[in-house]
Every structure is written in C-alpha cells, then in structure tokens.
C-alpha cells in the first residue's frame, strides 16, 4: 500500500526547482526523532511527497516529488562544518537518518493561506495548531483533495 508525507524545506536550503534541477536529492538535516522515524519505519521506495516550502515569505505546497530510497543515515550528523552536525552521533550507532527524495512535477503554489480555507484539508495534519514537524503523513483524502486543487 502506498503512503504519502508532506516534507517541508525552507527554499533558500532545498526548493522544488533545487529538487528539478537535481531530479533527486538527499533529504539532510531532519533532526526530530518523530520524522526520523516516519523515514525510517514507514517511508517506502515510491510514496507520494508534497513538497512543501517552509519559513518562507510565501509557505506552501510547492510540488509533488517521491521517496527514491529507504532510510539510510544521514552524512552531516559527522560534519563537523555541517549546521547539522551531532558530536553525539557515531558512525558505528548513527543517530539520524535521511531517504532520498525524487522530483515528479513543479506545481503553482498551494499556499499555506489557500490550504487553510479549504474545507476538504481542515483536518490534515500540518494545519493543526502547534505542528512543527517536518515531516508528516498525509492522508489518501488529503492527497487527491490537494493534487485536485493543484491540477495535478
């Protein structure tokens, strides 16, 4: 059964046009243990991804990508000159994983305003009060609701 996330990005790291340009890229830096372990136990090779643009002037659904890769871990937690970096994390016990994300389409933005009035998507996760996470799961509803909305 396949599964579908939201990943969020600040664009200025990692945008939908990085991510097309690329056509497949690392997804680094997550360092929350609840999206680690959506990565790690849930993310299958071919699950749908909104890409999403975060702490950004215009915060949104920029695009549809898909997990290209199981989780495997992630390079910068031994970077000493990485913003990620983990002196706690050893190469023989990582504790940080990434998978790798691949581009399928650069949609119009579904801004974070538009997505907030849509009746259909009032219940979906990233919407929730207090939602910080990076990434999260998207229901099979919310992902025909937001590709319907996109066009896509």
């Known amino acids: 059964m396949k599964n579908y996330w939201l990943m969020k990005s600040e664009p200025d790291e990692a945008s939908i046009e990085h991510l097309a340009r690329a056509g497949r890229l690392p997804w680094t830096g997550v360092r929350n243990y609840q999206a680690r372990n959506f ?3 849930a993310m299958r090779v071919g699950d749908g991804v909104l890409f999403y643009h975060s702490s950004c002037p215009q915060p949104g659904i920029a695009g549809l990508a898909e ?3 199981t989780a495997y871990p992630d390079p910068t937690q031994f970077d000493v000159a990485s913003p990620y970096f983990d002196p706690k994390s050893k190469p023989e016990a990582p504790r940080w994983l990434l998978v790798d ?7 119009r ?3 974070l305003a538009e997505m907030r ?3 259909e998507l009032a219940d979906m996760q990233v919407l929730q009060r ?3 996470l990076s990434i999260t799961p998207v229901s099979p509803v ?3 609701a937001v590709k319907a909305r996109l066009g896509a």
């Open 117 to 119: 009035d849509a009746p």
């Open 101 to 107: 994300v691949r581009w399928v389409a650069t949609t």
């Open 39 to 41: 990565m790690r136990d």
């Open 67 to 69: 997990v290209a890769s």
């Open 130 to 132: 207090g939602n910080r």
């Open 109 to 111: 933005l579904l801004s």
């Open 142 to 144: 919310h992902w025909a």
